[in-house]
C-alpha cells in the first residue's frame, strides 16, 4: 500500500517517536509506566472493591486484554485527528494524505510492543505458565494492525468532513471498553447477552488476546472469522472511501 511513499512513511514515524515524549524526564519509560498505573487502577477496582475473584492471576488476564486495548484506543483516537490536525501538509502540496493515520497505528503498535515486556515479566513474577499458543501472536498482531488501519482510516476522513467524529468516538471506545471481555472473562457475560461477544470485533481480538497467553488455548472459529472478516471489510471500506474522497480531502481542510 505505501510502494513509492514508504520512504516518507518511516521518516514520519521515526519524528513522532521521537517527538511523543521530548521535554519529558522519563521519555519511553512512559510506555511502561502509563499501562502500569491503568493497570493498577483496575486490579484495585475489580479486585478488592468490587471483588472479582472468579480469575487465577488476575493481574496477568487483566494486562494480556489491557495493553491490546491501550493500542486499540490511542491508534484511533490519533489516527482519526491525523489528518485534520496535518491539514497544512495536505493543502499546500500533494502528500498523500493516507500515510498520516498509518503512521499513528504505527507508532501506538511499537508501544504496544515495547509493552509486552511487562507482560511476560508479570507471568514470570506470578507463575503463571508459558504456552506454545504464544506463538499465535504472530498471526493475531498483523491482523488486529490490519483492522486498526482499516478503521482509523475510515474515521480519519469521515473526520475531515465531520468533526464530531473524533468527539464521539471517545465516548464510543467508552462504552466498548465495558463489551470487551477486558476486565472479566466471557464466562461471566449471561448466556443472552453473550451475543455482544459473538459478533464484536473487537471483543474478538481482545478475547484472542486472553486465549493465546493466558489460557493457553487457540481462539474459537467464531473469533477467528469475525477477526479476520472484520479487517478485511474495514480495510477494503478504506480503501474505497479513500480512492472516492482523496482529491476532495484539501477543500474540506
Excluded at 474522497?245 to 477543500?251: F, G, T
Amino acid at each position: 500500500m505505501l510502494g513509492k511513499h514508504s520512504t516518507l512513511f518511516w521518516a514520519l514515524v521515526r519524528r513522532h517517536l521521537a517527538s511523543r515524549y521530548r521535554g519529558s524526564l522519563f521519555g519511553f519509560l512512559w510506555t511502561i509506566f502509563n499501562p502500569l498505573m491503568l493497570m493498577a487502577t483496575y486490579w484495585l477496582v475489580f479486585r478488592y472493591y468490587i471483588r472479582f475473584n472468579t480469575v487465577d492471576n488476575y493481574t496477568v488476564f487483566l494486562m494480556a486484554g489491557l495493553l491490546p486495548w491501550i493500542w486499540t484506543t490511542s491508534a484511533l483516537v490519533e489516527g482519526t485527528a491525523a489528518i485534520v490536525s496535518s491539514g497544512h501538509l495536505i493543502t499546500k502540496s500533494l502528500f498523500p494524505s493516507y500515510i498520516l493515520p498509518l503512521v499513528s497505528v504505527t507508532t501506538t503498535g511499537i508501544h504496544f510492543l515495547l509493552s509486552l515486556p511487562i507482560l511476560l515479566s508479570l507471568m514470570i513474577v506470578t507463575g503463571t505458565p508459558f504456552h506454545t499458543t504464544l506463538l499465535g501472536l504472530f498471526i493475531l498482531l498483523p491482523l488486529h494492525a490490519a483492522f486498526l488501519v482499516g478503521a482509523t482510516l475510515i474515521l480519519a476522513i469521515l473526520n475531515v468532513r465531520f468533526r464530531d467524529v473524533q468527539h464521539l468516538l471517545g465516548n464510543l471506545l467508552t462504552f466498548l471498553f465495558f463489551l470487551c471481555p477486558i476486565v472479566y472473562p466471557i464466562s461471566a457475560v449471561p448466556e443472552r447477552f453473550r451475543w455482544t461477544m459473538d459478533f464484536n470485533p473487537l471483543a474478538a481480538l481482545i478475547s484472542s488476546y486472553s486465549h493465546l497467553i493466558y489460557e493457553g488455548v487457540w481462539p474459537s472459529f467464531n473469533a477467528i472469522i469475525v477477526s479476520s472478516g472484520s479487517a478485511a471489510v474495514v480495510c477494503l471500506i478504506a480503501k474505497m472511501l479513500y480512492e472516492s474522497q482523496k482529491e476532495r480531502l484539501a477543500e474540506h481542510l
